[in-house]
């Protein structure tokens, strides 16, 4: 088979599915389970594979699936990833197919990433030895915490066989549909949470002077705090420090001995990642001890920069263009300060994250976001053709 020839396969093949994923994606939507429990969204998609006649392995760093699509022997093997897991939240949109789970949603897409990834495998079986190579199939559990990439990537999911590049996609509200953005560098954040314990001396509300007030301390720690993005980090690098917990105290007239701040950082640069705690252990402890408290710091390292490879966004463009036309592939995406767990993989191997155009749809973790139908064959086709480009 040409290039052309196989390309118009993908074409015909994805249209032949469409109706069938456009179903999978419905069930899936109707049944959202939350990270690390999405049981019967992994047994549904491991009876999808196997209903293909593919080799499927099952309870990878918990609720992990993959498969392996072999198509000429000694060719290379590239990974596609989808997540699969819910967000707690309670769904407020009148479709057909709505949650049917009370405090659960799939409200970040995930349900239609694991339908294309369902509907990739359909077609890409049917190529037969005409596909160059293998494509990996890795269904993800647990991407809302960023914590299932972590546990898929520690069981070697990239290895045996050793993978070459690595694509995912993802779904993006006002993205026009039949657009798609590959962005080469940074694109999504870094993401680490801390607690700052505070301890002062408690007493009497109606006494402040018996006592080392934290809850005021921590009032002061939350405004110093908003000085390492304005005044210790330069104003051309973006990052965020977000105080998002505040607990003290549980009476009008007690002033607690503890106060507790949580929160969460963001970076696009890994190096200014790395000065961060220093600056926050600073500013909580030099502000505490002003005032004749303590603070605690604990950072915990959570989530990586997820930096696109040029090379991987370049070959995710050039499989889009004869597809959806040049004006509808762009590279020009605008950074985003929230976290994907995709960039775990990213740091082990070559790859790039793809944002699938959704149109005018609710935001990503809205109560009334939804996965248009219409973007699900357009998925399945960008990524064989992204898959079958990255093996050529
Ligand atoms: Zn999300
Ligand atoms: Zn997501």
Redesign the pocket.
């Known amino acids: 088979m040409k290039d052309e020839g196989i390309e118009r396969r993908i074409q015909q093949e994805t249209r032949a599915q469409a109706k069938q994923i456009v179903a999978v994606h419905h069930d899936l939507h109707r049944h959202p389970e939350l990270a690390f429990h999405e049981d019967r969204t992994a047994r549904v998609v491991a009876a999808h594979l196997r209903a293909l006649g593919l080799d499927v392995r099952t309870g990878i760093g918990g609720t992990g699936v993959t498969t392996t699509i072999v198509g000429r022997a000694n060719g290379p093997t590239v990974a596609l990833r989808a997540?699969m897991d819910a967000l707690p939240i309670t769904e407020q949109t009148a479709l057909p197919y709505c949650s049917t789970v009370p405090g659960a949603m799939h409200a970040?897409?995930?349900d239609g990433?694991t339908a294309i990834l369902i509907g990739v495998a359909a077609v890409l079986v049917t190529l037969g030895e005409a596909l160059p190579g293998s494509v990996k199939l890795i269904f993800q559990p647990a991407?809302?915490p960023v914590s299932g990439a972590q546990e898929l990537c520690a069981a070697g999911v990239l290895s045996s066989p050793e993978v070459k590049a690595i694509v995912a996609l993802?779904?993006w509200p006002g993205l026009p549909l039949g657009a798609i953005d590959a962005t080469p560098g940074p694109q999504m954040a870094s993401a680490d949470t801390f607690t700052i314990t505070l301890t002062g001396r408690g007493g009497h509300g109606a006494m402040p002077h018996l006592t080392v007030d934290p809850i005021v301390v921590g009032a002061q720690v939350v405004s110093a705090l908003q000085c390492i993005a304005s005044r210790a980090v330069s104003p051309l690098a973006p990052v965020v420090v977000s105080v998002t917990s505040f607990q003290a105290g549980e009476a009008y007239n007690v002033i607690p001995e503890e106060a507790y701040l949580r929160g969460t950082v963001r970076t696009l640069d890994p190096a200014l990642r790395a000065t961060i705690p220093e600056h926050l252990r600073r500013v909580a402890e030099g502000t505490a001890a002003a005032y004749g408290a303590t603070a605690a710091l604990e950072y915990r390292e959570s989530c990586p920069v997820m930096v696109n490879d040029a090379g991987v966004a370049a070959a995710i463009r050039e499989a889009a263009v004869p597809m959806l036309g040049a004006a509808n592939v762009r590279d020009d995406g605008e950074p985003s300060m929230g976290a994907?767990d995709f960039s775990l993989y990213l740091e082990r191997v070559p790859g790039a994250l793809l944002r699938l155009g959704l149109g005018d749809t609710a935001p990503?973790h809205n109560p009334r976001f939804d996965f248009p139908d219409a973007a699900i064959p357009i998925g399945i086709e960008l990524l064989c053709r992204v898959a079958l480009r990255l093996l050529q």
Do not use: A, M
């Open positions: 997540d970040c897409g995930h990433h991407e809302e993802h779904g994907e990503l």
